[in-house]
């Protein structure tokens, strides 16, 4: 079993209890990896309260207002990037000491794109309701 990212619409942008589990865009821990550098341009709060940049990898994330919007374009690039790649994706992953390589991990590009264009469309309801996302960590 992989590990998931989960993203969803928050009604209450300072309480983690008060968004729908209804609705929530799970995302390979793999590929929030990958893109976690583009990530961390996006100002966000982490447990609710303290200000940092990109996803907090273990707890929850609130994003909202503009980084909303800057969330979607994030994952718009990489949905462009993706729909150039062959049928299969290479990410590279972490770095294996005892084999002195990086880590080759193989996703689809049809799941891949899939996840990311439902995380879009999440994005893109929240601005229309001025609402903040919600992303759970691992």
Known sequence: MSLKHEFRISENVYDEKESSIE???SISDDLVR???DSLCWIKTFWNGKKEKEGLNYYGYTI???ENVKK?????EAWIHLFKNSTSTI???GDFIIDENKYERI????EVCLAQLIALKKLCV???????AVLHEGI
């Open 106 to 109: 193989e996703v689809s590009k």
């Open 71 to 75: 969330l979607r374009k994030v994952i």
């Open 34 to 36: 990958y893109m976690s």
């Open 90 to 92: 290479i990410l590279t």
């Open 125 to 131: 309801e929240a601005e229309k309701g001025r609402k």
């Open 63 to 65: 994003i909202k207002g």
């Open 23 to 25: 609705n929530t865009i």
